[in-house]
């Protein structure tokens, strides 16, 4: 029998190898759960033969060159809602530009749930296809006006986000402005009407269910349910259901908000993009794609056969996490995929791509093989599953998109991979910490040309909380560390911070002493002379204090995602270390 389910396990896709060193065999419970889920064996599908490399920017092989990478709720002003928009990110465009600033990165754009703020984590959204309206500057939507604002609870700039008041205060607000266009008020030009009535159409059915669910959502929250379908009456969780359609009947003003909230989004990300580009950076915005999406989100709603129903995205224990870990996400089901001619992946890469220079894909290694765990299962006892056919997608839409495609590939990297990845010219993730000869960090001199270099990601504390070792302490506080692993967490931090002095050519001594502005610099020079073609400086590590992004591993114990930078965007381009910053890795890269 063990024979046989082995091979319709490999038949279905599902790797039996070791899935880390020393692991026991996959348990026959999760080969017959993934066996169920993957249904028929993937084929080809129609997913083209791409033998040539990713679409690489031809300044890339004559330049080096280094960018920014921001998380845009943290940014702070005053014309904001208690919330970065893209208004403020387009303030920081020209003093960056200016600065030699050749890309500045965001987090994911995706669509939230916006019937329930506070799951603000933007690497679960409900669909990857659209975008996050908490992202439109309302105040540059075409018949804004001040008076929108009466009567409205609008929060202010704070070191929280507090996504509930956010929400409440822009979906307000820009009611009233929908009101407008569809009245077609004088503010509003007539150009722009007929704009968003075309982004409908082209949108399509696609873009007409994602609307739908995001109506559906708000409607079930003001009875009393969750924002995700599988809390929905069964009734409301087929999109074909009658009671769907009476609803979609009865509440297309509705449905037509949330399809303008879409076409705004589009809008000002689309004049973003353009507004780096004029301003003289060679790449632009550089965005990212999540590795998965919710599994009670719009896309599962919309289309039940596009992701596996009881399976769960996750990664197996490492350095990091004993225990593994569940990341909670909706993985694409390889068998639709390959049906359909990969046609759900190429939308969501070109929805990415469609705004940006370059497009980071989180958790690369997902493009060949996803660690799946099935409901009920403990993560050690998930599997890798095969999925054929993303990467030919992948450097499809990079070239139809000319867009740089930058693989996140950090955690467990299968033999092999990063290999393969280089000769397709997707490049790789170089985080000087983690990057190791032995016992000592590895020289960025010897980082591969096709690679992104940078002190620190989202999931790792930003430079100060580093060198202080907060993320340490707050791991304890939330029980996710022992006082005994703590202690020695401490021990190796030291050892971590002297091995970064060594790297930037300072004495060991100086790792016991506070952070400087000067050690900031010298630990971005170290960056900036890698063989990297470009590296990123994370504006946390500059200006960003003590505030941790994400503590991986942990969701309301710790404000992930909602800590905001100390600076406004006023005072960041005033920033005397920031600019110093700028200076050197100008210095070290020209």
Not at 28 to 54: M, N, Q, Y
Not at 59 to 76: E, P
Not at 145 to 159: C, K, L, Y
Not at 505 to 511: E, H, I, S
Request: proline share 7%.
């Amino acid at each position: 029998m063990s024979a046989v389910l082995d091979a319709a396990a490999r038949a279905a896709g599902i790797l039996l190898e070791p899935r880390w060193y020393g692991a026991p065999p996959v348990p026959d419970a999760t080969k017959d759960a993934l066996i169920a889920a993957l249904g028929p064996v993937p084929g080809v599908g129609g997913a083209p033969a791409e033998p040539r490399p990713a679409y690489v920017p031809p300044i890339l092989d004559r330049a080096r060159l280094f960018g920014v990478a921001l998380q845009l709720y943290q940014l702070r002003s005053p014309r904001n809602l208690g919330i970065g928009d893209l208004a403020d990110l387009k303030a920081l465009i020209g003093p960056f530009a200016r600065e030699g600033v050749d890309f500045i990165g965001l987090n994911p754009m995706h669509a939230p749930f916006t019937a329930a703020p506070e799951r603000a984590s933007p690497f679960s959204p409900s669909d990857r296809r659209f975008l996050n309206p908490l992202i439109i500057a309302v105040d540059e939507v075409p018949g804004y006006r001040e008076a929108m604002r009466e009567g409205i609870f609008v929060p202010g700039a704070t070191d929280v986000v507090d996504y509930t008041a956010v929400a409440a205060a822009k979906l307000a607000i820009l009611r009233k402005i929908h009101a407008a266009w569809r009245a077609n008020g004088p503010d509003v030009p007539a150009q722009a009407i007929q704009d968003a009535a075309h982004h409908r159409s082209l949108g399509g059915k696609a873009l007409h269910d994602f609307a739908l669910f995001e109506a559906l959502s708000h409607r079930m929250v003001e009875d009393g349910h969750g924002a995700g379908w599988t809390s929905w009456p069964a009734a409301y969780t087929h999109r074909d259901s009658a009671e769907v359609h009476a609803f979609e009947e009865a509440d297309g003003n509705e449905i037509a908000f949330h399809a303008f909230l879409q076409y705004l989004a589009d809008e000002q990300l689309r004049a973003a993009h353009a507004a780096a580009l004029a301003a003289g950076m060679q790449i632009g915005l550089y965005l990212d794609l999540a590795v998965g999406a919710a599994p009670d989100g719009a896309s599962t709603w919309a289309d039940p056969t596009l992701a596996l129903r009881g399976i769960r995205i996750g990664a197996p224990p490492d350095l990091f996490s004993a225990d593994g870990q569940d990341w909670g996400l909706a993985p694409l089901s390889p068998a639709a995929l390959a049906s359909s001619g990969y046609a759900s992946y190429r939308a969501i890469l070109a929805a990415v791509m469609a705004h940006a220079g370059a497009a980071r894909i989180d958790h690369a290694m997902g493009l060949e093989r996803l660690f799946l765990v099935p409901d009920g299962v403990p993560v050690v006892e998930g599997a890798y599953v095969r999925m054929d056919g993303l990467l030919d997608v992948l450097i499809a839409e990079s070239h139809r998109n000319k867009a740089l495609a930058i693989g996140e590939d950090l955690g467990v990297v299968p033999e092999g991979f990063r290999d393969r990845m280089a000769a397709l010219r997707i490049f790789s993730t170089r985080i000087l910490a983690f990057e190791r000869d032995g016992m000592l960090m590895r020289p960025p001199s010897r980082y591969p040309a096709d690679s992104l270099a940078c002190l620190s990601t989202h999931d790792i504390a930003p430079l100060e909380a580093w060198w202080r070792g907060d993320d340490i302490d707050i791991r304890k506080a939330v029980g996710h560390l022992k006082s005994a692993d703590a202690v020695s967490g401490r021990v190796a931090r030291e050892d971590e911070k002297t091995l970064m002095c060594a790297l930037a050519g300072l004495p060991p001594q100086v790792a016991r002493g506070p952070l400087t502005d000067d050690l900031v610099i010298a630990f971005h020079r170290v960056a900036a002379r890698s063989r990297s073609r470009i590296v990123a400086v994370r504006l946390e590590d500059v200006v960003g204090g003590r505030r941790l992004v994400n503590l991986p591993g942990t969701d309301r114990e710790h404000p992930n995602w909602r800590n905001t930078l100390p600076l406004t965007v006023s005072e960041l381009t005033r920033s005397d270390r920031l600019m110093r910053t700028f200076a050197a890795m100008r210095e070290e890269r020209s």
